[in-house]
């Protein structure tokens, strides 16, 4: 009788343990799908991808056992569709108890707020510190385009959400895929129904390792403005930053990174506050006359790619949707985040240009008095180094993936052993793209020109073209015109935009380039 009291009040403080486990570890996963949009949430389509995969396999034992037992046939490939809000149709072999059992698993929803804090994390991060440059080079343009890039990414981000639905032949709406990369692939289907995947991918990894250098020039240039006096330059504070961030190569998951994830996001709140708030103590000051019409036609192209890198979160809004407790509430979001950011960046870029004009720097922390400057910019370089390891680590996993855990299609060698230890040479890999950042923030130590290349190339392309043509191709029989007539102007624009930025940048990284070259 003892033995058996024991063992059932062993049972239930054990269910009690898995419980309380399950409850803290459902927090703590809200809170890595928060920090992990951080800044420009670079991971979330990548991460939504290997989540898509491993819930797949789960759904597809529940099925396959739920089959075996009821004497049904197995279902067939391609019936089930990976429905993250519960709403997709299931093979009829699927039972109640299934349906439940698919329902917990993954992460816990989020609600719109939260959904909105994120996006707001995305597209308010540290780069709007160079947007007062930006107003240099095009006055008041320049503030209608920050205004214009937040319509139009807004725009853009609803029909990309859009392009995950279609109508089931009982005429209801269903998501029928889960990433950015799926829309890619379902457009250069049947012919080539990977290549839009890998172009999505390739445009990823492009922005992710520009991400990574922005963040160690910024790093660089802060503490060399922030200590002038003392006898070391730039370059060797950025491999300083450089020496810092190498341990990232070894990083197996960002649990112990998302912990100060928050803290940096409300860190950069702050400065932004500390900013406007000097500005404004010096509102006597401010140069109204300097604001004008006129555009630097050689600069004003790099611009463009700075305001439009300013607003890239369209590379995870499908994972953010998905994760939703309520999808339509999805369009609400979007438009009050976008309005708040368009709001909160236009007066920043103002303000701040007003109280320096000719004299702003590529960022306006620089511009600070020293001794305001030195504790703010420590701060940001704080911030920075905490935030590198989320869009390296992201790059790592779509290159790792790409490139040597696709199977027979891999290109190499799978870089984990049996173990899942990683190899000596995939570790040397990884401490190789940790040495590229650092030599392309030493030959190009330029955050405006990298910034506005990488919102030229990437950016446009993620935010601007691939959404618009997309939405044409999937859905263009259901368009209404003045949706077709949106989708034809924000390709042809962003298209020129793209191209002229892409260009004026690169000129000005080359010769940039062949500076230090020579130096």
Same mark, same amino acid.
Request: glycine letters at 8%.
């Given at each position: 009788?003892?033995?058996?009291?024991?063992?059932?009040?062993?049972?239930?403080?054990?269910?009690?343990?898995?419980?309380?486990?399950?409850?803290? =570890?459902?927090?703590?996963?809200?809170?890595?799908?928060?920090?992990?949009?951080?800044?420009?949430?670079?991971?979330?389509?990548?991460?939504?991808?290997?989540?898509?995969?491993?819930?797949?396999?789960?759904?597809?034992?529940?099925?396959?056992?739920?089959?075996?037992?009821?004497?049904?046939?197995?279902?067939?490939?391609?019936?089930?569709?990976?429905?993250?809000?519960?709403?997709?149709?299931?093979?009829?072999?699927?039972?109640?108890?299934?349906?439940?059992?698919? =329902?917990?698993?993954?992460?816990?929803?989020?609600?719109? #707020?939260?959904?909105?804090?994120?996006? %707001?994390?995305?597209?308010?991060?540290?780069?709007?510190?160079?947007?007062?440059?930006?107003?240099?080079?095009?006055?008041?343009?320049?503030?209608?385009?920050?205004?214009?890039?937040?319509?139009?990414?807004?725009?853009?981000?609803?029909?990309?959400?859009?392009?995950?639905?279609?109508?089931?032949?009982?005429?209801?709406?269903?998501?029928?895929?889960?990433?950015?990369?799926?829309?890619?692939?379902?457009?250069?289907?049947?012919?080539?129904?990977?290549?839009?995947?890998?172009?999505?991918?390739?445009?990823?990894?492009?922005?992710?390792?520009?991400?990574?250098?922005?963040?160690?020039? $910024?790093?660089?240039?802060?503490?060399?403005?922030?200590?002038?006096?003392?006898?070391?330059?730039?370059?060797?504070?950025?491999?300083?930053?450089?020496?810092?961030?190498?341990?990232?190569?070894?990083?197996?998951?960002?649990?112990?990174?998302?912990?100060?994830?928050?803290?940096?996001?409300?860190?950069?709140?702050?400065?932004?506050?500390?900013?406007?708030?000097?500005?404004?103590?010096?509102?006597?000051? #401010?140069? #109204?006359?300097?604001?004008?019409?006129?555009?630097?036609?050689?600069?004003?192209?790099? =611009?463009?790619?700075?305001?439009?890198?300013?607003?890239?979160?369209?590379?995870?809004?499908?994972?953010?949707?998905?994760?939703?407790?309520?999808?339509?509430?999805?369009?609400?979001?979007?438009?009050?985040?976008?309005?708040?950011?368009?709001?909160?960046?236009?007066?920043?870029?103002?303000?701040?240009?007003?109280?320096?004009?000719?004299?702003?720097?590529?960022?306006?922390?620089?511009?600070?008095?020293? %001794?305001?400057?030195?504790?703010?910019?420590?701060?940001? $370089?704080?911030?920075?180094?905490?935030?590198?390891?989320?869009?390296?680590?992201?790059?790592?996993? $779509?290159?790792?993936? =790409?490139?040597?855990?696709?199977?027979?299609?891999?290109?190499?060698?799978?870089?984990?052993?049996?173990?899942?230890?990683?190899?000596?040479?995939?570790?040397?890999?990884?401490?190789?793209? $940790?040495?590229?950042?650092?030599?392309?923030?030493?030959?190009?130590?330029?955050?405006?020109?990298?910034?506005?290349?990488?919102?030229?190339? %990437?950016?446009?392309?993620?935010?601007?073209?691939?959404?618009?043509?997309?939405?044409?191709?999937?859905? #263009?029989?259901?368009?209404?015109?003045?949706?077709?007539?949106?989708?034809?102007?924000?390709?042809?624009?962003?298209?020129?935009?793209?191209?002229?930025?892409?260009?004026?940048?690169?000129?000005?990284?080359?010769?940039?380039?062949?500076?230090?070259?020579?130096?």
């Amino acid at each position: 009788m003892a033995t058996l009291l024991r063992s059932k009040l062993s049972n239930v403080a054990t269910s009690v343990s898995h419980k309380s486990q399950a409850k803290m =570890s459902g927090m703590f996963a809200r809170m890595g799908f928060q920090a992990a949009t951080d800044e420009e949430a670079v991971g979330f389509a990548h991460c939504d991808d290997l989540d898509m995969e491993h819930r797949q396999g789960l759904q597809m034992d529940i099925l396959k056992s739920e089959g075996s037992e009821e004497g049904g046939e197995p279902p067939l490939e391609g019936d089930i569709h990976y429905q993250r809000d519960g709403t997709g149709p299931l093979p009829p072999s699927a039972s109640k108890e299934a349906c439940s059992e698919l =329902s917990g698993q993954g992460k816990p929803k989020i609600t719109a #707020w939260e959904a909105g804090w994120n996006v %707001t994390n995305a597209i308010q991060g540290m780069f709007v510190l160079g947007l007062p440059y930006a107003i240099l080079h095009g006055g008041y343009l320049g503030l209608f385009l920050i205004i214009f890039a937040a319509v139009v990414c807004c725009y853009t981000g609803k029909i990309l959400i859009a392009c995950l639905y279609e109508e089931n032949e009982d005429g209801e709406i269903v998501r029928v895929r889960d990433s950015y990369v799926d829309i890619a692939n379902a457009c250069c289907a049947p012919r080539f129904p990977t290549l839009g995947g890998r172009i999505v991918n390739v445009a990823q990894i492009i922005e992710l390792v520009m991400t990574c250098i922005l963040y160690v020039v $910024v790093s660089g240039n802060l503490m060399y403005n922030s200590f002038p006096n003392l006898p070391v330059s730039q370059k060797s504070w950025s491999i300083i930053a450089t020496a810092v961030l190498l341990p990232c190569a070894f990083l197996k998951n960002l649990k112990a990174v998302s912990k100060f994830s928050l803290l940096c996001t409300l860190a950069h709140f702050v400065i932004n506050i500390l900013v406007i708030a000097y500005c404004l103590s010096r509102a006597r000051d #401010w140069a #109204w006359d300097k604001v004008k019409f006129y555009i630097d036609v050689k600069k004003f192209p790099i =611009s463009i790619g700075i305001i439009v890198f300013s607003y890239t979160s369209q590379i995870f809004l499908p994972s953010l949707e998905g994760n939703m407790q309520n999808p339509k509430e999805f369009h609400c979001m979007m438009n009050w985040t976008h309005i708040a950011a368009c709001i909160l960046k236009g007066l920043f870029a103002l303000v701040a240009y007003l109280t320096w004009a000719d004299e702003t720097k590529e960022v306006i922390t620089d511009n600070l008095p020293s %001794t305001i400057r030195a504790v703010v910019n420590i701060f940001l $370089v704080a911030k920075a180094l905490l935030s590198y390891p989320l869009p390296f680590f992201a790059a790592v996993e $779509v290159l790792e993936r =790409s490139l040597f855990q696709e199977g027979n299609r891999a290109f190499f060698p799978n870089c984990y052993g049996g173990d899942g230890r990683l190899k000596s040479w995939g570790l040397t890999l990884r401490c190789a793209l $940790v040495v590229f950042t650092l030599l392309m923030a030493i030959y190009v130590p330029h955050f405006a020109l990298l910034m506005g290349l990488t919102g030229s190339l %990437t950016g446009a392309g993620l935010c601007f073209l691939l959404p618009s043509l997309f939405h044409l191709k999937l859905l #263009w029989r259901k368009l209404l015109w003045h949706h077709v007539f949106f989708d034809v102007a924000i390709f042809v624009i962003g298209g020129i935009c793209s191209i002229s930025g892409f260009i004026h940048s690169l000129e000005g990284l080359i010769e940039a380039f062949r500076t230090n070259a020579e130096d």
